[in-house]
Nanobody, 124 residues
C-alpha cells in the first residue's frame, strides 16, 4: 500500500510557474514508477508525465513537453512536477499516481495508487 499526498497547486497567471510535490508513504516508494495525470472540468483524466523507478527515464504528453519536468527524490519519498510557461489550458486538478511498473508507463490502468489531487488554475 502506498499513500500519496499532493501539494503545490494554486492560481498563477499565464506564463508563470508552479512546482507540484507528491509525498509518498507506506510501502517502499522507490519500487514504483510514478506519474502525473490531470483532469479538467468535463474532461477525462489524461496522462501528463511519468518517471521510472530509478528516475533515469521520463516521458511526457506532447501538450506539456518542453514546459514540464518530472523528477523524484527516492531518499525523500517525493516526486515533483515543475511546470513552466503555464497556459490557461493547463488548468485542471493534478493527480500523482504510483504504477505497478518500474519503467515509465502512460497507461491509466497500470497506476494503482492515487493521491487526492491538487488544483492548478492558470488565468489568462
Amino acid at each position: 500500500q502506498v499513500q500519496l499526498v499532493e501539494s503545490g497547486g494554486g492560481l498563477v497567471q499565464a506564463g508563470g510557474s508552479l512546482r507540484l510535490s507528491c509525498a509518498a508513504s507506506g510501502r517502499t516508494f522507490s519500487t514504483n514508477g510514478m506519474g502525473w495525470f490531470r483532469q479538467a472540468p468535463g474532461k477525462e483524466r489524461e496522462f501528463v508525465a511519468a518517471i521510472s523507478r530509478s528516475g533515469t527515464n521520463t516521458y511526457y504528453a506532447d501538450s506539456v513537453k518542453g514546459r514540464f519536468t518530472i523528477s523524484r527524490d527516492n531518499a525523500k519519498n517525493t516526486v515533483y512536477l515543475q511546470m513552466n510557461s503555464l497556459k490557461p489550458e493547463d488548468t485542471a486538478v493534478y493527480y500523482c499516481a504510483a504504477s505497478t511498473k518500474i519503467v515509465v508507463t502512460t497507461r491509466y490502468n497500470e497506476y494503482i495508487y492515487w493521491g487526492q489531487g491538487t488544483q492548478v488554475t492558470v488565468s489568462s
